[in-house]
């Protein structure tokens, strides 16, 4: 049974930071492409920024490309989101997901597990 456990959000001023974890369990985490996608209220789940299994590729949406940063540690089977320069529109829940495959996607389609999610909310 895969099982994802997001953290780390909260609320935060504009130009603040967040760091936001995924522990994964159930599955060989580095055979597998993470994602992280948010939604806000009224508005469909988005792709945030995806990793590749190894760690060695990125993608992001471009609205937070130079402020977000997808990472992983395949050892502790945990996927990381640092987030500065947080603006208002960047307020949502976080979904991180697991892949089908080693390589990214950013179709939510495309992922075979979600996490619960935890809220971001960024204050002005």
């Known amino acids: 049974q895969v099982q994802l456990v997001e953290s780390g959000g909260g609320l935060v001023q504009v130009g603040g930071s967040l760091r936001l974890s995924c522990a994964a369990s159930?599955?060989?985490?580095?055979?597998?492409?993470m994602g992280w996608f948010r939604q806000a209220p009224g508005k469909e789940r988005e792709f945030v920024a995806a990793?590749?299994?190894?760690?060695?590729?990125?993608h992001y949406k471009d609205s937070v490309k130079g402020r977000f940063t997808i990472s992983r540690d395949n050892a502790k089977n945990t996927v990381y989101l640092q987030m500065n320069s947080l603006k208002p529109e960047d307020a949502a829940v976080y979904f991180c997901?697991?892949?089908?495959?080693?390589?990214?996607?950013?179709?939510?389609?495309?992922?075979?597990?979600w996490g619960k999610g935890t809220l971001v909310t960024v204050s002005s």
């Open positions: 159930g599955r060989t985490f580095s055979n597998y492409a």
């Open positions: 990793i590749s299994g190894s760690g060695s590729s990125t």
């Open positions: 997901a697991v892949d089908r495959s080693i390589f990214i996607s950013i179709r939510s389609t495309d992922m075979d597990y």
